[in-house]
């Protein structure tokens, strides 16, 4: 099956601008996530989506980050306007959503990641 | 709050040596637990699953221990190879359907 796929791969913008990363889940997953990967730490999760719904926001920091999912099949994270501390890996993630049976149902499959770079 | 440490940060050792990974969370009540290999411009690789129920998982040279009653996690890589160098990530699921809680990561270094 075909992961999940994640563009751009690489962006490079000045403070102030705006950007917007995509994301487009394995087909048929529920549930996608936005994770912000600063260089030397975990992943911290952004935004959690139940097909077009939020489920979890509450990290997301909402006077600059906004994102969608309007047809509950890919998203967009967009950051308007970029700060230095921006600075990070955007990765997405998805799964088969609750409900499923078994462990594969919580398993998180994840992009390749958008690597931003603000200057 | 919900925790997960991973010691050491980084770790280098000669390729053929067999090491451990180590990882501990606060709150003992999880529904699961992952380890994840990280490379360089790639996404995340899940290596093993430890559901809550059960206490170690093996998949060829690795395998992953689960004790939550202490809260703790190892990773055991056998002959390392210079190709498992990455950045290992213990994650923590503490509700199905929930958010998982990301440790810093170790960064493995194997030298030829």
């Known amino acids: 099956e075909a992961g999940v796929a994640q563009s751009p791969r690489y962006k490079i913008i000045e403070k102030r601008q705006s950007v917007a990363f995509w994301c487009n889940p394995i087909?048929?997953?529920?549930?996608l996530y936005w994770y912000q990967q600063i260089l030397g730490q975990g992943p911290k999760l952004l935004i959690q989506?139940?097909?077009?719904?939020?489920?979890?926001d509450s990290q997301l920091p909402k006077d600059r980050f906004s994102a969608e999912r309007l047809k509950g099949v890919d998203s967009t994270l967009k950051i308007q306007p970029a700060k230095l501390e921006d600075s990070a890996v955007y990765l997405c993630?998805?799964?088969?959503?609750?409900?499923?049976?078994?462990?594969?149902?919580?398993?998180?499959?994840f992009g390749p990641g958008t690597r931003l770079t603000v200057l | 709050k919900q925790e997960v440490t991973q010691i050491p940060a980084a770790l280098s050792v000669p390729e053929g040596e067999n090491l451990v990974l180590n990882c501990s969370f606060t709150?003992?009540?999880?529904?699961?637990l992952q380890w994840f290999r990280q490379d360089p411009g790639k996404g995340l690789t899940s290596l093993l699953l430890?559901?809550?129920?059960?206490r170690e998982q093996t998949s060829g040279r690795l395998n992953a221990s689960l004790d939550k009653s202490s809260g703790r996690s190892t990773l055991y890589i056998a002959a390392s190879q210079p190709g498992d160098s990455a950045t290992y990530l213990c994650?923590?699921?503490?509700?199905?359907?929930?958010?998982?809680?990301f440790g810093q990561g170790t960064e493995l270094s194997v030298k030829p």
């Open positions: 993630a998805s799964s088969p959503g609750v409900g499923r049976t078994g462990g594969r149902a919580d398993t998180q499959y």
């Open positions: 087909s048929g997953h529920a549930t």
């Open positions: 989506f139940q097909n077009n719904g939020v489920v979890d």
């Open positions: 709150d003992s009540a999880i529904y699961n």
């Open positions: 430890i559901q809550s129920s059960q």
């Open positions: 994650v923590v699921l503490y509700n199905q359907g929930g958010k998982l809680i």
